[in-house]
Protein backbone atom coordinates (compact mmCIF):
# COMPACT_ATOMS: atom_id res chain seq x y z
CA UNK A 1 0.00 0.00 0.00
CA UNK A 2 1.51 3.09 -1.17
CA UNK A 3 2.51 5.36 2.00
CA UNK A 4 2.34 8.34 -0.55
CA UNK A 5 0.56 9.38 -2.93
CA UNK A 6 2.58 8.05 -6.39
CA UNK A 7 3.41 11.33 -8.75
CA UNK A 8 3.22 9.67 -12.25
CA UNK A 9 5.09 11.36 -14.24
CA UNK A 10 1.19 12.32 -16.27
CA UNK A 11 1.42 14.90 -13.49
CA UNK A 12 4.24 17.06 -14.18
CA UNK A 13 3.14 17.25 -17.86
CA UNK A 14 2.54 21.19 -18.37
CA UNK A 15 -1.19 21.08 -18.76
CA UNK A 16 -2.32 24.08 -17.02
CA UNK A 17 -6.69 24.51 -17.27
CA UNK A 18 -8.29 27.17 -16.73
CA UNK A 19 -11.39 26.05 -14.31
CA UNK A 20 -13.87 27.41 -12.61
CA UNK A 21 -16.20 25.69 -9.97
CA UNK A 22 -20.04 26.87 -9.62
CA UNK A 23 -21.44 25.77 -6.41
CA UNK A 24 -21.38 26.44 -2.08
CA UNK A 25 -18.49 27.20 0.03
CA UNK A 26 -18.78 26.54 3.54
CA UNK A 27 -17.65 26.97 6.89
CA UNK A 28 -16.78 23.30 8.27
CA UNK A 29 -16.61 23.03 12.39
CA UNK A 30 -15.03 19.61 12.35
CA UNK A 31 -15.05 17.84 15.49
CA UNK A 32 -13.23 14.57 16.09
CA UNK A 33 -14.33 12.17 18.31
CA UNK A 34 -13.08 8.62 19.27
CA UNK A 35 -16.08 6.86 18.30
CA UNK A 36 -19.52 8.23 17.22
CA UNK A 37 -21.77 9.34 19.51
CA UNK A 38 -24.96 7.84 20.70
CA UNK A 39 -28.17 10.05 20.63
CA UNK A 40 -28.36 11.85 23.16
CA UNK A 41 -25.41 11.32 24.30
CA UNK A 42 -22.67 13.97 25.75
CA UNK A 43 -19.22 14.05 24.68
CA UNK A 44 -15.90 15.73 23.89
CA UNK A 45 -14.12 16.21 20.89
CA UNK A 46 -10.43 14.61 20.64
CA UNK A 47 -9.63 17.98 18.38
CA UNK A 48 -11.40 20.96 16.81
CA UNK A 49 -10.81 22.57 13.44
CA UNK A 50 -12.42 24.99 11.57
CA UNK A 51 -12.16 25.02 7.65
CA UNK A 52 -13.22 25.80 4.38
CA UNK A 53 -15.19 23.07 3.07
CA UNK A 54 -17.93 23.11 0.16
CA UNK A 55 -18.27 20.24 -2.41
CA UNK A 56 -16.69 22.32 -5.10
CA UNK A 57 -14.82 24.87 -3.55
CA UNK A 58 -13.04 21.73 -2.10
CA UNK A 59 -12.82 20.16 -5.49
CA UNK A 60 -10.90 23.91 -6.88
CA UNK A 61 -8.76 23.74 -3.78
CA UNK A 62 -7.35 20.34 -5.19
CA UNK A 63 -7.46 21.21 -8.60
CA UNK A 64 -5.33 24.28 -7.61
CA UNK A 65 -3.06 22.22 -6.02
CA UNK A 66 -2.52 20.56 -9.49
CA UNK A 67 -1.42 23.79 -10.80
CA UNK A 68 -4.48 24.76 -12.48
CA UNK A 69 -6.04 28.03 -12.54
CA UNK A 70 -9.20 28.27 -10.56
CA UNK A 71 -12.33 29.92 -9.76
CA UNK A 72 -14.83 29.73 -7.49
CA UNK A 73 -18.70 30.95 -8.39
CA UNK A 74 -21.21 31.23 -5.49
CA UNK A 75 -23.21 32.84 -2.87
CA UNK A 76 -21.92 33.82 0.23
CA UNK A 77 -23.24 36.22 3.21
CA UNK A 78 -22.25 39.55 4.22
CA UNK A 79 -21.02 38.24 7.48
CA UNK A 80 -17.74 37.11 9.45
CA UNK A 81 -17.82 33.88 7.93
CA UNK A 82 -18.08 34.68 4.23
CA UNK A 83 -15.29 37.22 4.62
CA UNK A 84 -13.08 34.48 6.27
CA UNK A 85 -14.06 31.92 3.44
CA UNK A 86 -12.60 34.43 0.59
CA UNK A 87 -9.62 35.33 2.56
CA UNK A 88 -8.92 31.14 2.45
CA UNK A 89 -10.15 30.82 -1.09
CA UNK A 90 -7.73 33.92 -1.89
CA UNK A 91 -5.10 31.53 0.21
CA UNK A 92 -5.23 28.81 -2.03
CA UNK A 93 -5.16 30.99 -4.96
CA UNK A 94 -8.58 30.59 -5.68
CA UNK A 95 -10.14 33.88 -7.85
CA UNK A 96 -13.51 34.04 -5.87
CA UNK A 97 -14.29 37.73 -7.81
CA UNK A 98 -17.32 37.04 -9.01
CA UNK A 99 -19.38 35.47 -5.84
CA UNK A 100 -22.43 36.94 -5.08
CA UNK A 101 -22.66 38.70 -1.69
CA UNK A 102 -26.27 38.59 0.16
CA UNK A 103 -26.91 41.35 2.91
CA UNK A 104 -28.41 39.18 5.36
CA UNK A 105 -28.99 35.46 6.01
CA UNK A 106 -26.35 33.56 7.11
CA UNK A 107 -22.91 31.91 5.10
CA UNK A 108 -23.53 28.22 5.40
CA UNK A 109 -22.23 25.95 8.09
CA UNK A 110 -21.66 22.37 8.48
CA UNK A 111 -20.91 20.37 11.66
CA UNK A 112 -19.17 17.38 11.29
CA UNK A 113 -18.20 14.37 13.62
CA UNK A 114 -15.38 12.78 12.33
CA UNK A 115 -14.75 9.39 13.77
CA UNK A 116 -11.18 8.30 14.95
CA UNK A 117 -12.72 4.71 15.30
CA UNK A 118 -13.77 4.42 11.28
CA UNK A 119 -12.48 8.06 9.31
CA UNK A 120 -16.15 8.24 8.38
CA UNK A 121 -17.67 11.82 8.87
CA UNK A 122 -21.72 12.86 9.79
CA UNK A 123 -22.60 16.33 8.43
CA UNK A 124 -25.01 18.61 9.81
CA UNK A 125 -25.51 21.56 7.85
CA UNK A 126 -27.65 24.95 8.32
CA UNK A 127 -27.95 27.23 5.46
CA UNK A 128 -30.05 30.54 5.07
CA UNK A 129 -28.90 31.72 1.76
CA UNK A 130 -30.11 32.63 -1.11
CA UNK A 131 -28.55 29.78 -4.02
CA UNK A 132 -26.69 30.93 -6.69
CA UNK A 133 -28.90 32.18 -9.71
CA UNK A 134 -28.23 32.40 -13.52
CA UNK A 135 -27.85 36.27 -13.25
CA UNK A 136 -24.89 35.57 -11.28
CA UNK A 137 -23.55 33.14 -13.34
CA UNK A 138 -24.13 35.32 -16.24
CA UNK A 139 -21.82 38.15 -15.09
CA UNK A 140 -18.52 35.69 -15.18
CA UNK A 141 -16.63 36.35 -18.90
CA UNK A 142 -16.60 32.40 -20.03
CA UNK A 143 -13.73 33.58 -22.74
CA UNK A 144 -10.43 31.61 -22.00
CA UNK A 145 -12.07 29.06 -19.51
CA UNK A 146 -11.32 25.17 -20.63
CA UNK A 147 -13.50 23.84 -17.67
CA UNK A 148 -16.57 24.73 -16.07
CA UNK A 149 -17.62 22.15 -13.41
CA UNK A 150 -21.22 21.95 -11.77
CA UNK A 151 -22.61 21.15 -8.56
CA UNK A 152 -25.95 19.37 -9.44
CA UNK A 153 -28.05 21.67 -7.15
CA UNK A 154 -30.88 24.39 -8.00
CA UNK A 155 -31.82 22.64 -11.24
CA UNK A 156 -33.78 25.49 -12.48
CA UNK A 157 -31.11 28.07 -12.31
CA UNK A 158 -28.55 25.59 -13.42
CA UNK A 159 -29.77 24.34 -16.19
CA UNK A 160 -30.07 28.42 -17.73
CA UNK A 161 -26.02 28.38 -16.88
CA UNK A 162 -25.46 25.10 -18.48
CA UNK A 163 -27.78 26.36 -21.68
CA UNK A 164 -25.55 29.20 -21.62
CA UNK A 165 -22.81 27.64 -21.91
CA UNK A 166 -23.47 25.54 -24.32
CA UNK A 167 -25.01 28.61 -26.41
CA UNK A 168 -21.69 30.67 -26.31
CA UNK A 169 -18.58 28.30 -25.67
CA UNK A 170 -19.52 24.92 -27.11
CA UNK A 171 -16.25 24.01 -27.04
CA UNK A 172 -15.69 24.13 -23.47
CA UNK A 173 -15.85 21.11 -21.34
CA UNK A 174 -18.41 20.81 -18.81
CA UNK A 175 -18.78 18.87 -15.41
CA UNK A 176 -21.59 18.20 -13.12
CA UNK A 177 -21.53 16.75 -9.95
CA UNK A 178 -24.75 14.27 -8.61
CA UNK A 179 -23.85 14.04 -5.37
CA UNK A 180 -27.93 14.17 -3.75
CA UNK A 181 -31.49 13.85 -5.43
CA UNK A 182 -33.16 17.02 -5.75
CA UNK A 183 -36.00 17.70 -7.10
CA UNK A 184 -35.70 18.37 -10.90
CA UNK A 185 -31.91 17.34 -11.30
CA UNK A 186 -32.86 15.34 -13.99
CA UNK A 187 -33.12 18.50 -16.32
CA UNK A 188 -29.10 19.21 -15.54
CA UNK A 189 -28.40 15.48 -17.64
CA UNK A 190 -28.44 17.27 -20.72
CA UNK A 191 -25.38 19.74 -21.71
CA UNK A 192 -22.55 18.47 -19.41
CA UNK A 193 -19.54 16.10 -20.88
CA UNK A 194 -18.80 14.39 -17.84
CA UNK A 195 -21.00 13.38 -14.54
CA UNK A 196 -19.68 12.64 -11.29
CA UNK A 197 -22.05 10.93 -9.53
CA UNK A 198 -21.79 9.52 -5.96
CA UNK A 199 -23.52 6.51 -4.32
CA UNK A 200 -25.79 8.50 -2.09
CA UNK A 201 -27.97 9.71 -5.42
CA UNK A 202 -27.45 6.66 -7.26
CA UNK A 203 -29.22 4.62 -3.92
CA UNK A 204 -31.65 7.59 -3.75
CA UNK A 205 -32.62 7.15 -7.24
CA UNK A 206 -33.46 3.14 -6.38
CA UNK A 207 -30.34 1.25 -7.24
CA UNK A 208 -27.96 -0.76 -5.67
CA UNK A 209 -25.87 -2.17 -8.35
CA UNK A 210 -23.76 0.36 -9.74
CA UNK A 211 -23.44 -1.19 -13.48
CA UNK A 212 -27.63 -0.75 -13.59
CA UNK A 213 -27.21 2.59 -12.05
CA UNK A 214 -24.73 4.02 -14.88
CA UNK A 215 -26.46 2.35 -17.43
CA UNK A 216 -29.62 4.01 -16.73
CA UNK A 217 -27.95 7.51 -16.29
CA UNK A 218 -25.98 6.92 -19.80
CA UNK A 219 -29.58 6.67 -21.39
CA UNK A 220 -30.65 9.60 -19.72
CA UNK A 221 -27.43 11.83 -20.54
CA UNK A 222 -25.82 13.75 -23.04
CA UNK A 223 -22.19 13.30 -21.25
CA UNK A 224 -19.55 10.86 -23.03
CA UNK A 225 -18.71 9.81 -19.84
CA UNK A 226 -20.43 8.97 -16.55
CA UNK A 227 -18.41 7.81 -13.34
CA UNK A 228 -19.69 6.15 -9.85
CA UNK A 229 -17.64 6.98 -6.62
CA UNK A 230 -18.55 4.17 -4.47
CA UNK A 231 -16.89 4.80 -0.78
CA UNK A 232 -14.36 2.09 0.26
CA UNK A 233 -15.54 -0.12 -2.93
CA UNK A 234 -13.66 2.33 -5.07
CA UNK A 235 -15.43 3.44 -8.40
CA UNK A 236 -17.07 2.71 -11.49
CA UNK A 237 -17.40 4.25 -14.78
CA UNK A 238 -19.09 3.97 -18.21
CA UNK A 239 -18.29 5.55 -21.58
CA UNK A 240 -20.87 5.78 -23.95
CA UNK A 241 -21.02 2.67 -25.92
CA UNK A 242 -18.67 0.07 -23.84
CA UNK A 243 -19.20 -1.64 -21.07
CA UNK A 244 -18.88 -0.46 -17.61
CA UNK A 245 -15.88 -0.56 -15.62
CA UNK A 246 -14.85 -0.88 -11.96
CA UNK A 247 -12.08 0.35 -10.40
CA UNK A 248 -11.08 -1.17 -6.88
CA UNK A 249 -10.11 1.57 -4.05
CA UNK A 250 -6.64 1.84 -3.06
CA UNK A 251 -7.01 1.92 0.81
CA UNK A 252 -4.48 3.99 3.04
CA UNK A 253 -2.66 2.40 6.09
CA UNK A 254 -5.42 3.78 8.12
CA UNK A 255 -8.56 5.31 7.55
CA UNK A 256 -8.19 8.93 9.42
CA UNK A 257 -10.31 11.40 7.44
CA UNK A 258 -13.44 10.33 4.65
CA UNK A 259 -14.56 14.27 4.76
CA UNK A 260 -14.30 15.63 1.08
CA UNK A 261 -12.71 12.17 0.13
CA UNK A 262 -15.64 12.71 -3.07
CA UNK A 263 -14.06 16.17 -3.76
CA UNK A 264 -10.71 15.12 -3.84
CA UNK A 265 -12.09 12.07 -6.46
CA UNK A 266 -13.72 14.22 -8.39
CA UNK A 267 -11.00 16.99 -8.84
CA UNK A 268 -8.33 14.13 -9.97
CA UNK A 269 -11.02 12.75 -12.42
CA UNK A 270 -10.97 16.30 -13.54
CA UNK A 271 -7.33 17.12 -13.96
CA UNK A 272 -6.91 13.73 -15.22
CA UNK A 273 -9.60 14.20 -17.73
CA UNK A 274 -7.59 17.79 -18.76
CA UNK A 275 -4.53 16.27 -19.34
CA UNK A 276 -6.30 14.31 -21.72
CA UNK A 277 -5.26 10.55 -20.00
CA UNK A 278 -8.34 8.10 -21.05
CA UNK A 279 -10.89 7.32 -19.11
CA UNK A 280 -9.95 4.97 -16.97
CA UNK A 281 -6.27 6.31 -16.21
CA UNK A 282 -8.14 9.27 -15.28
CA UNK A 283 -10.29 7.08 -12.58
CA UNK A 284 -7.48 5.11 -11.48
CA UNK A 285 -5.75 8.77 -10.18
CA UNK A 286 -8.64 9.37 -8.75
CA UNK A 287 -9.10 6.32 -6.66
CA UNK A 288 -5.44 6.42 -5.84
CA UNK A 289 -5.54 10.50 -4.77
CA UNK A 290 -8.85 9.96 -2.79
CA UNK A 291 -7.51 7.06 -0.72
CA UNK A 292 -3.97 8.36 0.05
CA UNK A 293 -6.48 11.10 1.10
CA UNK A 294 -8.35 9.10 3.08
CA UNK A 295 -5.56 8.61 5.31
CA UNK A 296 -4.66 12.10 5.85
CA UNK A 297 -6.74 14.93 7.58
CA UNK A 298 -7.85 17.44 5.80
CA UNK A 299 -7.22 18.23 1.93
CA UNK A 300 -3.83 20.41 2.25
CA UNK A 301 -0.63 19.25 0.54
CA UNK A 302 -2.03 16.40 -1.33
CA UNK A 303 0.03 17.05 -4.64
P1 LIG B 1 -17.96 11.14 -0.51
O1 LIG B 1 -16.82 11.89 0.11
O2 LIG B 1 -18.74 12.00 -1.46
O3 LIG B 1 -18.82 10.39 0.44
P2 LIG B 1 -17.04 8.50 -1.41
O4 LIG B 1 -17.22 7.98 -0.04
O5 LIG B 1 -17.80 7.82 -2.50
O6 LIG B 1 -17.29 10.08 -1.50
O7 LIG B 1 -15.48 8.42 -1.75
C1 LIG B 1 -14.93 8.93 -2.93
C2 LIG B 1 -13.74 8.08 -3.31
O8 LIG B 1 -12.82 8.09 -2.21
C3 LIG B 1 -14.09 6.64 -3.56
O9 LIG B 1 -14.43 6.43 -4.92
C4 LIG B 1 -12.80 5.93 -3.17
O10 LIG B 1 -11.92 5.90 -4.28
C5 LIG B 1 -12.22 6.83 -2.09
N1 LIG B 1 -12.53 6.29 -0.75
C6 LIG B 1 -13.59 6.58 0.03
N2 LIG B 1 -13.55 5.89 1.20
C7 LIG B 1 -12.41 5.14 1.14
C8 LIG B 1 -11.77 4.21 2.02
N3 LIG B 1 -12.31 3.90 3.21
N4 LIG B 1 -10.61 3.65 1.61
C9 LIG B 1 -10.05 3.95 0.43
N5 LIG B 1 -10.59 4.81 -0.45
C10 LIG B 1 -11.76 5.39 -0.12
Known amino acids: MPETFERGSRFSRPAVRSILGVGIATLDIVNEVEVYPAEDAEMRASAQRRVRGGNVANSLGVLAQFGHHCRWLGTLADDDTGRWIREDLARQGIDAAHAVVHAGGATPTS ?21 LDADGFDRVPLEGLDWIHFEGRNPLETRRMID ?13 ELEKPRDGIETLLEGPD ?28 SAQLCVLAWGAAGAFFLVRGA ?13 LDTLAAGDTFNAAVIDALARSLTPRESVERAVGLAGFKCGRIGLEGLI
Open 164 to 176: RVRRIAPGLSVSL
Open 111 to 131: YIALSRASGSRTIVHYRDLPE
Open 194 to 221: VILAGRVFAEARGFEVPESFLSDLMSHT
Open 243 to 255: EVEHVPAVPPPRV
